[in-house]
């Protein structure tokens, strides 16, 4: 059974709750990594094909309801995974998100790849 937790008036669920921090977390990484790359809102809605006020409500409404194909768009059109977007964990000395999103690339990658990518990595460090 979910807690219900009583605040005045209003009653809600402490699930809410969590998706409302995840919510905003959500928001908070679109604006910060949308405004890192230079782009207005407009910019990242026609990069999505969204709308100016789809993108501001995902910022900025508690909690947001973004679509997983809309949620996809804007993970790539920011040059993310749509896991770094929603919080999915990861070692904490990945620092940007540029980085994380090939982590989690190179993790899905086959052995072979993986042995590859050293081989390159290590004549880059020559």
Same mark, same amino acid.
């Given at each position: 059974?979910?807690?219900?937790? &009583? =605040?005045? &008036? $209003? /009653? =809600?669920?402490?699930?809410? +709750?969590?998706?409302?921090?995840? *919510?905003? *977390? ?10 890192? /790359?230079? =782009? ?6 026609? !990069?999505?094909?969204?709308? &100016? ?7 900025? +409404?508690?909690?947001? /309801? ?11 059109? #920011?040059?993310?995974?749509?896991? $770094?977007?929603?919080?999915?964990? #990861? ?5 940007? %998100?540029?980085?994380? %999103?090939?982590?989690? +690339? $190179? ?6 790849? &993986? %042995?590859?990518? /050293?081989?390159?990595?290590? !004549? !880059?460090?020559?």
């Amino acid at each position: 059974m979910v807690p219900v937790v &009583k =605040y005045r &008036k $209003y /009653r =809600y669920s402490e699930q809410l +709750k969590a998706w409302g921090d995840m *919510a905003t *977390a959500l928001g908070d990484k679109i604006r910060e990594l949308r405004q890192k /790359r230079g =782009y207005t809102l407009e910019k990242l809605a026609e !990069l999505t094909e969204s709308s &100016k006020s789809y993108i501001w409500e995902l910022e900025n +409404k508690n909690p947001p /309801r973004p679509s997983a194909e809309k949620l996809g768009a804007i993970a790539r059109a #920011l040059g993310v995974t749509v896991d $770094y977007l929603i919080g999915a964990d #990861l070692p904490e000395d990945l620092q940007t %998100a540029e980085d994380r %999103a090939f982590f989690r +690339k $190179y993790q899905r990658m086959s052995p072979t790849l &993986k %042995a590859k990518l /050293r081989q390159m990595r290590d !004549l !880059l460090d020559e």
